[in-house]
């Protein structure tokens, strides 16, 4: 399995904090960064056998950097998407699209966000993809009408297959909320050059299940841990207040 981090993102609601920063390379914990803690869930999954971060050509260096100080066991490249303004970028699936397309994946491919900080360790949610052999997304329970109207929304059936999945709904159906973390089956990654042929929007990385769904089984795994997106310089000042230099563990 390759683990694939998306941080070609420009955060510009985080301005002037990421200016000349991407949003993953923030520290939140002492100088351990976003993309720190993150890559350290992946360090203990014996199954990842690489992880993939793709970024854009402005950050593409400071990524670069970060790797070159980098001291954990796991092989990581970097790969720049060419893109250099907000208006030009590819979209999240249109990065997963670039990453597939350049690297020629054929191997089941998690794919994460780089700007979340997990409450919460990754081996419960590979033990379920192998348990149920289908594509899965991460969803959690959420009661904050805001937060939901920030991210996808799915209903589930008894099984936990997926019936419906709608991205940032202002009248959400359910209170189960999708999060950034995705499992997509090797013979899963080919759709996604039909799913933007057919015009499919590139952009939030949750309108691909949402299409994908309807085409073939996709299960939901719960999570009770915590995800925190950083979304504006007083959140990310109040989660680093919070972490300080403990081990960041939540949930």
Not at 11 to 33: C, E, H, I, N
Not at 43 to 59: D, G, S
Not at 86 to 98: N, S, T, V
């Amino acid at each position: 399995m390759i683990a694939l981090i998306l941080a070609a993102g420009y955060a510009t609601r985080l301005y002037p904090l990421t200016q000349d920063t991407p949003k993953p390379l923030l520290p939140v914990q002492g100088s351990r960064t976003i993309l720190d803690l993150l890559v350290g869930r992946l360090e203990v999954l014996e199954e990842i056998t690489e992880i993939l971060i793709v970024t854009n050509e402005r950050f593409f260096r400071a990524f670069e950097q970060w790797h070159r100080q980098y001291r954990g066991a796991k092989p990581i490249r970097i790969l720049n998407d060419g893109t250099t303004t907000p208006e030009g970028r590819l979209g999240a699936i249109g990065d997963i699209q670039f990453v597939i397309e350049r690297e020629r994946l054929a191997d089941d491919l998690l794919v994460l966000a780089g700007d979340n900080v997990l409450g919460f360790g990754l081996e419960g949610y590979l033990n379920y993809f192998h348990s149920v052999d289908k594509d899965c997304i991460l969803v959690r329970t959420v009661d904050d009408i805001g937060e939901l109207r920030s991210v996808g929304v799915a209903e589930l059936d008894a099984e936990l297959r997926v019936l419906s999945l709608e991205e940032k709904p202002q009248k959400p159906r359910t209170n189960i909320g999708v999060f950034a973390l995705y499992i997509y089956k090797r013979s899963t990654l080919p759709l996604f050059s039909r799913y933007l042929a057919e015009g499919g929007n590139p952009d939030a990385p949750s309108y691909f299940p949402e299409w994908l769904h309807s085409r073939q089984e996709v299960r939901a795994y719960y999570t009770q841990g915590t995800i925190e997106d950083v979304g504006t310089p007083e959140a990310y000042a109040e989660m680093r207040a919070r972490l300080g230099n403990g081990p960041g563990e939540k949930g």
